[in-house]
């Protein structure tokens, strides 16, 4: 017998769709946040529309955790999963996301950040930049360049210039920048106090 679609099911297919895939942690953190039991009722509502074939799902080779998505043949990268925990995590802590890129360059493509996210969160809008560390160390050298071009402050505000995260393995570390620099770790462990309070 075939399920009624909610509007939530409209929507969490609609992001499968411009991102290419969902995880359950993640659905739960978007969609499910004021459900007692969000992963739960994640896992539950994806593996319905997964039986009735309105989603595909394939197993992340190098974390066993399941993806859904609608195209099994366009398969998230490690980095996208990163990029994905992240916008999920801001929406879970009440951001409205209000842009999310992944295709920016700047200083005439020598800086390619792995996001760029304008958000607005307590009635203000920030600009936000994501790295993801996987293999190769940010350099914050590159980015303290880019702020003495000018060319971002043009479009946040003189006085502007993005926060600045940088998630990999070594969460705890501090910066010595002049900007501002936050570190997380794969887990998003202090999210509120290092992005929404930084």
Avoid: W
């Amino acid at each position: 017998m075939a399920i009624i679609l909610k509007q939530r099911d409209k929507d969490i297919m609609k992001f499968i769709e411009k991102y290419e895939g969902i995880t359950i942690q993640q659905c739960g953190k978007m969609f499910f946040k004021n459900s007692k039991f969000p992963y739960d009722s994640a896992r539950l509502r994806l593996k319905k529309l997964y039986n009735h074939k309105y989603l595909k799902r394939y197993e992340f080779s190098k974390n066993g955790f399941l993806v859904y998505c609608i195209n099994k043949s366009r398969r998230l990268s490690l980095h996208k999963i990163h990029l994905l925990n992240f916008y999920a995590e801001m929406i879970n802590q009440g951001c409205k996301i209000l842009s999310f890129d992944t295709e920016v360059e700047y200083m005439n493509c020598k800086i390619r950040p792995d996001g760029v996210v304008m958000y607005e969160f307590n009635n203000e809008i920030f600009p936000l930049i994501i790295e993801i560390d996987l293999t190769n160390m940010t350099s914050i050298k590159k980015y303290e360049a880019l702020y003495k071009t000018g060319e971002l402050q043009k479009t946040y505000g003189n006085d502007v210039f993005p926060l600045i995260c940088i998630i990999g393995h070594n969460g705890d570390r501090k910066s010595n920048s002049f900007l501002n620099v936050s570190y997380l770790d794969f887990d998003l462990n202090d999210f509120n106090k290092k992005v929404l309070m930084a």
